[in-house]
């Protein structure tokens, strides 16, 4: 069997913006590790709505077409 086959694990923190760590392990070799969205904060899995800014491309397209149809 080859040496040195398999990848090394590492410990690693992966933190999510509402706050939420988790730690694992994993082949990555850096520093703790930034999430946008985990599984207490995403809207799909967590039924918390999604909040969202006047600016995004969604309020754009329903303000752009409102009056059109």
Do not use: E, W
């Amino acid at each position: 069997m080859k040496r040195h086959a398999h990848p090394d694990y590492h410990t690693v923190t992966f933190s999510c913006q509402c706050g939420q760590s988790y730690t694992t392990r994993s082949t990555i070799n850096s520093a703790p590790v930034k999430l946008n969205t985990c599984r207490n904060c995403h809207p799909f899995i967590s039924d918390k709505p999604l909040i969202l800014s006047k600016q995004s491309p969604i309020n754009k397209f329903h303000r752009r077409y409102k009056n059109k149809q």
